[in-house]
């Protein structure tokens, strides 16, 4: 079922006079890309930016990386959060580079106001600088250095669209959102990382694609190894994401 553009607005008034009408775009889609109802354009190409970090860090466990620095689940949510800044969020992120090795430095995203208002508040009182640690992206970074290394690739470009683990992320895209490839746009994040642009409902598709792997029994992969991997991979991120919200928002 599809509800037209000209009915699919969110409205806001004042005193019962409409001051503003938003546009709504929304698509549920089944793993296999089944469109099963849309608001909207479900076909309107939508720059994922954050929303993609589960498929960035399939690519990252994918390379190896957490069993080689020997980092956790709790670690790998980090990796798929935005977070609000808060100080388990920060000594997390230091900890992830210490254990690869790293510094505050390797970070190729900067500082910025947290989204917490609290957290906003108080670094006011104390007169904080945030720093590139602080980032609500920082997880994603220190998770993509540890993925670099994890390749024997350099760490000072990880964040560079010709990376070969940006190149691996951009290929994992394609493939969980059902697109040939090198189909998908790519522009650039706020956090200086590439961002991937794809249709509403391939965005949607992936989601579906990682909740069904999370439960999914393995015995029904028909054998294929790596399938079989994959699907375990995926399910890890996702119950990394729902074990530890704490990391993945705050």
């Not at 980032?135 to 220190?142: E, L, W």
Request: aromatic share 4%; proline share 5%; charged share 20%.
């Amino acid at each position: 079922m599809r509800t037209p553009l000209s009915t699919g607005f969110v409205v806001t008034d004042r005193g019962g006079v409409v001051e503003n009408r938003h546009a709504v775009h929304a698509a549920i889609v089944d793993s296999e890309g089944t469109l099963l109802y849309s608001v909207g354009d479900p076909n309107r190409i939508t720059l994922a930016r954050s929303a993609a970090k589960p498929a960035q860090a399939l690519t990252i466990l994918e390379t190896g990386a957490l069993e080689k620095y020997h980092l956790n689940d709790a670690d790998l949510a980090l990796m798929c959060a935005s977070h609000s800044s808060e100080d388990h969020h920060i000594s997390r992120a230091r900890a992830i580079l210490s254990s690869i090795s790293a510094s505050e430095e390797d970070l190729q995203c900067g500082g910025h106001v947290p989204v917490s208002s609290t957290v906003h508040h108080a670094w006011i009182k104390a007169d904080f600088t945030p720093t590139p640690v602080c980032s609500n992206c920082s997880g994603k970074h220190a998770g993509m250095i540890a993925a670099a290394k994890a390749l024997e690739a350099d760490i000072g470009s990880y964040h560079l669209p010709d990376h070969p683990l940006q190149e691996r992320i951009r290929r994992n895209v394609d493939d969980i959102c059902g697109l040939e490839p090198g189909e998908s746009k790519w522009g650039l994040d706020g956090c200086n990382l590439p961002a991937p642009a794809f249709p509403l409902n391939c965005l949607a598709r992936m989601y579906a694609s990682f909740a069904t792997a999370a439960s999914q029994d393995l015995s029904a992969t028909n054998g294929k190894e790596d399938h079989a991997s994959r699907v375990t991979d995926m399910s890890r991120v996702f119950n990394a994401m729902a074990r530890y919200p704490e990391n993945v928002g705050g």
